[in-house]
């Protein structure tokens, strides 16, 4: 199953700094659907991130948005389905990130395929 944004989608929302918004709330309209089997999430230090070309150009890309995300991200992890969320290093080279990707995703297509089981939905935390 791919969503590109069910991981991103609640994370970003979350950060928007609303005390109403937790995580919780962000992935409540998911609740029942389909649930992606693994979220690829790109690990950049900020003092990198800053390194490149339009970086903060983006309201998204500003250091305080992506220290909530990268704090929000790490909360995510704590819960049932936070083994899906596999870390690359995206300071690393191209080709590096490109290999961790592509071994990552290969891992889990594996994985799914050995396993054969249903489709998972989104659960009720």
Not at 30 to 58: H, N, Q
Not at 68 to 87: K, P, T, W, Y
């Given at each position: 199953?791919?969503?590109?944004y069910y991981y991103s989608g609640i994370v970003?929302?979350?950060?928007?700094?609303?005390?109403?918004?937790?995580?919780?709330?962000?992935?409540?309209?998911?609740?029942?659907?389909?649930?992606?089997?693994?979220?690829?999430?790109?690990?950049?230090?900020?003092?990198?991130?800053?390194?490149?070309?339009?970086?903060?150009?983006?309201?998204?890309?500003?250091?305080?948005?992506?220290?909530?995300?990268?704090?929000?991200?790490?909360?995510?992890?704590?819960?049932?389905?936070?083994?899906?969320?596999?870390?690359?290093?995206?300071?690393?080279?191209?080709?590096?990130?490109?290999?961790?990707?592509?071994?990552?995703?290969?891992?889990?297509?594996?994985?799914?395929?050995?396993?054969?089981?249903?489709?998972?939905l989104v659960e009720l935390w």
């Amino acid at each position: 199953m791919v969503d590109r944004y069910y991981y991103s989608g609640i994370v970003y929302s979350a950060a928007k700094q609303n005390p109403a918004l937790t995580l919780e709330w962000a992935r409540k309209p998911d609740e029942g659907l389909p649930r992606p089997d693994i979220c690829v999430y790109l690990t950049i230090s900020p003092e990198e991130a800053a390194k490149r070309g339009g970086f903060g150009e983006e309201r998204y890309e500003k250091k305080d948005m992506q220290e909530r995300v990268r704090s929000l991200f790490s909360e995510l992890r704590m819960h049932a389905e936070g083994d899906e969320i596999i870390e690359v290093d995206g300071g690393a080279s191209l080709d590096d990130v490109e290999a961790a990707v592509l071994e990552a995703v290969q891992a889990r297509i594996e994985d799914v395929v050995k396993s054969g089981k249903p489709l998972r939905l989104v659960e009720l935390w």
